[in-house]
């Protein structure tokens, strides 16, 4: 009976739950399940999941990041001021992105050549980067962005938006990378068993290394999409955002302890955030009702995560 219960709740407990909490938000306001409304939460769930992918390649490691809020303020105001000079939206992304991969790979390394704990390393990284943050914009928003660089935030393809497109390529890519790399063969091995991957002669510094770096990059991306979506780039941006995509993926199923996971339920983890975050807003509550629940939801991921053990 225990294991079935256990193979139920790895397998379906958070589809159960989310499709109960977009029950109970469709009783609560009609307005809920509109076209409009399922768009918008799609539409501002994006730069979560985004980085909640990224941080799927960490936890699986049994590592964790808690710079990425702040990475997505530091990238988000110095990609705004990259456009704002006229570069082409290209370059604009291709050096933002280089620069969140860039700092995630400095975690990386700090963490694994230093041997520094992630969460000490990741720390003083969000501190780090919140304080250049403001130091670079001297506190003042960012704003009038071109309509080439708005489109990633603001405009459709086909009909979609941007967001979602960029969120499901993501989603996508990283399934793949998972599934058919041996980046991600080596990055479930190194959750499940580190030590024996080191006795097996595989780096695993390289690979841990590169699990930070993907984490930065996908805070990178999703520094351009908010910053876009919302035509101005702050370096207060990104506040609280760990909370929000560490929950993610632990409320997708991703283990703590490394090893076990995917980014398949990380999708769902971050809409479950979203949709709880819209129907809240809907609904009126209090933004400090809505810290208080969040914090709840994380307790009980990390909870539901140990008795799937």
């Known amino acids: 009976m225990k294991k079935w219960l256990n193979y139920a709740l790895r397998q379906y407990g958070i589809v159960l739950a989310f499709a109960v909490v977009v029950a109970v938000l469709a009783l609560l306001e009609p307005s809920f399940l509109t076209a409009n409304n399922l768009t918008n939460v799609l539409r501002q769930t994006s730069p979560i999941l985004i980085m909640a992918v990224g ?22 105001v110095f ?6 000079r006229g570069l082409p939206l290209a370059i ?19 963490i694994t050549k ?24 001297g506190g003042e928003p960012i704003s009038g962005l071109g309509d080439d660089f708005r489109f990633l935030g603001s405009g459709t393809l086909g009909g979609v938006p941007m967001p979602i497109i960029l969120s499901a390529v993501t989603v996508l890519l990283a399934a793949a990378i ?14 499940g068993n580190e030590e024996a991957v080191k006795l097996s002669g595989i780096s695993v510094d390289f690979y841990k290394t590169a699990a930070y770096a993907i984490c930065g990059l996908t805070a990178a ?22 909370l929000d995509v560490i929950a993610a993926v632990v409320i997708g199923g991703t283990s ?10 990380t999708l769902i983890g971050a809409l479950l955030i979203g949709t709880i975050n819209n129907g809240m807003n809907l609904l009126m509550i209090s933004s400090y009702y809505q810290l208080v629940v969040k914090g709840v939801i994380i307790v009980a991921a990390v909870l539901l995560d140990r008795l799937r053990d």
């Open 114 to 137: 230093g041997r520094v704990t992630p969460f000490v390393v990741t720390l003083g990284t969000m501190s780090i980067a919140r304080g250049l943050a403001h130091i670079y914009t």
């Open 256 to 265: 703590l302890m490394g090893g076990r996971g995917g980014v398949g339920g």
């Open 178 to 191: 998972l599934r058919h790399t041996t980046l991600g063969r080596y990055t479930y091995a190194i959750g």
């Open 221 to 242: 991306l999703g520094a351009m999409v908010l910053t876009s979506r919302l035509n101005a780039a702050e370096s207060i941006a990104g506040t609280g955002y760990e």
């Open 79 to 84: 990609g705004a001021s990259l456009e704002q």
């Open 92 to 110: 604009v992304l291709a050096v933002t992105l280089l620069l969140g991969a860039g700092i995630g790979a400095l975690n990386g390394l700090v």
């Open 55 to 76: 941080m799927t390649f960490v936890i699986l490691t049994a590592g964790i990041d808690l710079s990425v809020g702040s990475l997505l303020a530091l990238t988000g």
